[in-house]
């Protein structure tokens, strides 16, 4: 049997919802036990990956798929990170609550949910944000280290939870680093006030559109992660020219992009609809030249997953 969201199309195109029943059986299957166990990976993942295939095919519309998610979300995993993804609380995927959960390994209590979780976190993309946390720290690091005489000046664009400012703080309370965070959502500035209250003097916190405000100083770290690949090309290019101007010479900007090698990217786009702009190492340089950085100094670096591309540019 077809799933239930889909059984009128199903009725028309039953050949081409193949991959779509081969996922629902799996999912039952998987439900039924309680949660997929680490030895289901596998073959969740290559089912997902059939289903991908399928949709970049055209053989079954994204849409379907959409629904079918939706359907199976709603019934059987509400409160799950995948549920939360799918459900866009604050009119997108990978909003501040869910990177912050992603960070804390947050997983549901309810027995027949947790496995799902455990799934979630278990993939290469939840393991690439926490690693672009660790690469943000060791930036921190070399650029407070190479920086004594005064102190240092980062602007974090499109702060979240501002969890990693949080936690480099607790590590380096000596240190002489002021950080401007800027966010559009106002939950988002809030939670981070809250976790950088300890550390207020040296963090101020911007509730604005980074496309229409940046702070006017001048920083020797801009820092952005988790927003560049929500962008298209030419607002990339826009953002990107706007802080260089505001990176001090000898300064660095530093801007996270997810790369096209993504293995949870059918995971993603497909049970949680959360669809990113990858970019490859080459087109991520193309874009710093449009906006005007000078070639010898762009260099792209990855975190251990290589699923996050990091564009450096050094003024
Ligand atoms: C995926 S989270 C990343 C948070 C943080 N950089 C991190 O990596 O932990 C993306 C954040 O970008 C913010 N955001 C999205 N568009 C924005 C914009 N135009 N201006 C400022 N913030 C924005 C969202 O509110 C959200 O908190």
Not at 186 to 212: D, Q, S, T, W
Not at 216 to 232: M, N, P, R
Not at 255 to 261: A, E, H
């Amino acid at each position: 049997m077809p799933p239930l969201v889909l059984q009128e199309r199903y009725s028309v195109h039953q050949n081409d919802f193949a991959p779509l029943i081969e996922c629902d059986d799996l999912l039952r299957e998987l439900m039924a036990q309680g949660g997929p166990m680490p030895s289901d990976y596998a073959q969740m993942n290559r089912t997902l990956r059939l289903l991908g295939d399928a949709v970049r095919a055209k053989v079954i519309a994204r849409d379907d798929v959409l629904a079918y998610a939706q359907d199976v979300t709603n019934r059987h995993l509400e409160g799950t990170m995948q549920a939360r993804a799918l459900g866009k609380k604050y009119g997108y995927s990978g909003d501040f609550e869910i990177i912050e959960a992603i960070y804390t390994l947050q997983i549901a209590q309810e027995p027949h949910l947790r496995r799902w979780d455990l799934y979630f976190h278990s993939q290469a993309a939840p393991n690439a944000v926490r690693n672009r946390k660790a690469y943000f720290h060791q930036l921190l690091n070399s650029h407070s280290a190479g920086h004594t005489k005064a102190p240092l000046n980062v602007l974090n664009v499109a702060s979240g939870p501002a969890r990693d400012v949080r936690e480099w703080m607790l590590d380096n309370p000596e240190r002489e680093v002021f950080f401007d965070c800027v966010d559009a959502e106002i939950h988002a500035v809030e939670r981070a006030k809250k976790l950088c209250a300890p550390f207020a003097k040296r963090v101020e916190f911007y509730h604005r559109n980074v496309l229409r405000f940046l702070p006017a100083k001048g920083y020797e770290l801009v820092w952005s992660a988790g927003l560049f690949d929500y962008l298209t090309d030419r607002t990339f290019v826009f953002l990107l020219k706007a802080l260089i101007a505001v990176t001090k010479r000898g300064g660095e900007v530093v801007v996270g992009n997810f790369s096209d090698y993504n293995p949870s990217r059918d995971y993603m786009e497909l049970l949680g609809d959360w669809v990113l702009q990858h970019r490859t190492r080459e087109q991520l340089r193309e874009l710093a030249l449009e906006a005007g950085a000078a070639a010898d100094s762009i260099e792209v670096m990855w975190e251990p997953e290589g699923v996050n591309l990091f564009l450096h540019i050094r003024r």
